[in-house]
């Protein structure tokens, strides 16, 4: 059971990169696929999720309009989509699973599946 983020980079601020997490030895489709990250020197924070059931997404204050999570369970892999980023969007960023049944995903605190984390950094 793994689940494997890649697809960070180096990238100017204004521009865009795409996250992707990809799970082995379990069905994504059946959980909620959430992105967090931590900044040095900073505690992890939630970024996005998007539910299992019906796709329903969320997203921090901080990155709504710029950011987008998507899921193609055919691929058994979640996307975070990133757009318009800016220095303080580096970090290293994890993605995680979680079974949600009938609840929203942002109100988990504990995730059953973690990313080893893939870093991204916004600089010119």
């Given at each position: ?39 040095p020197g900073r ?41 318009n980023l800016k ?38």
């Open positions: 059971v793994q689940l494997q983020a890649f697809g960070g980079g180096l990238v100017q601020p204004g521009g865009s990169l795409r996250l992707s997490c990809a799970a082995s030895g379990f069905t994504l489709g059946y959980y909620a696929i959430g992105w967090f990250r931590q900044a505690e992890r924070e939630w970024v996005s999720c998007i539910a299992s059931a019906d796709d329903i997404t969320y997203y921090a204050d901080s990155v709504k309009g710029r950011f987008t999570i998507s899921r193609d369970n055919a691929r058994n892999t979640g996307y975070l989509h990133m757009n220095p303080d969007d580096t970090a290293v960023y994890y993605c995680a699973a979680v079974t949600d049944g009938t609840n929203v995903c942002p109100a988990f605190t504990v995730w059953n599946y973690w990313g080893q984390g893939t870093l991204v950094t916004v600089s010119s």
